[in-house]
């Protein structure tokens, strides 16, 4: 079992935790490769350990996309030699089942989401419903799975008496790394990732007003046009700075000079509810104390190093106490800060990758 194939629906460029898979499966001897999609603005890949395709397509968005990104994959897998695929989330996973079926080969499921249970899914029944079906189908009939928190782990096991591995989306550990001088006056909020729908980033915009500091936002998403909008409207693009897409490596740089991370989720289904986000691993690699959610995982994190505050609702006064404690109690955000230093000596991919190496090397 010396060949891996991976498949995604992004355009590979920012997928840190896929990266971080393959380059750790490639360096343990096997031969990867990761399969995404091509997209109008995407930039010409980095040369990796891994190899990399990009499927082009007709469609990008909408039901016409999902189908002919699954058909095109079909075909590419059907011609490709592997002794492995692993399909990444619902969206992926059909292709990766049958092609599996035809060639006898091992297929994996990697589950970032309960796909049925996401925001822009939930309040749609039939596409919802649609979801629901290929989730169960998958669930009963693939044996090699993991997901990203115990939390999903649990819920697929509840719903499906399916056991999950879970290897957490952790950061590489830089031993390169110096806490940055607290005299620092210029400071920033920071939040990276996906400008979606439930990420309470509207709130947090509309938090802005009442407090004396910068907010950045990394990223690009669906509805970025309307963040962007929204900030104009009330009169704070002095204050709020949208950055776009940025290579991971500038993004960590953002990461390290920036003064508190966000990481707001509405509570819209269990997909948010149970999520373990890449970005609250980051800020902690980086030493910023985090402003997130009461939820299961982050309360569980939180109890074993107490790395964040966290906060019951998307309320605008909520939002701002929490930030505004940030900012003033200087001994509490120091004991955050050294608890960030501490965890991240544990929470980092150099550990978790140890899980991700068994986990192959178990496959039957």
Partial sequence: MNSVVFTVINDLTYDQRMHRICTSLSHSGYDVLLIGRKLSTSVPLENKSFTQKRLNLFFTRGKGFYIEYNVRLFWYLLFKPFDVVCGIDLDTILPCYFISKWKHKICVYDAHEIFPEL????????????????EKFINRRIKNCYTVS????????????????????????????????????????FYQGALNDGRGLKQLIDAMPSLQIKLKIAGEGDISNKLRSHVVEKGLSAQIEFLGRKHPLDLKVITLQSYIGVNLLENKGLSYYFSLANKFFDYIEASIPVVTMRFPEYEKLNDEYEVALLIDDLETATIVNAIQRLCDDKDYYF?????????????NWQKEEQKLLAFYQQLQ
């Fill in 150 to 189: 115990n939390s999903l782990a649990d819920n697929f096991f509840k719903n499906y008496n399916r056991k999950f591995s879970v290897i957490r989306n952790l950061p590489y550990l830089d031993a390169s790394f110096l806490l940055k001088p607290s005299s620092n006056d210029y400071k920033y909020i």
């Fill in 335 to 347: 004991r955050l800060q050294e608890n960030c230093l501490r965890a991240r000596l544990e929470w």
């Fill in 119 to 134: 925001p822009e899914v939930i309040e749609r029944p039939v596409t919802k419903t649609m979801w629901l079906h290929i």
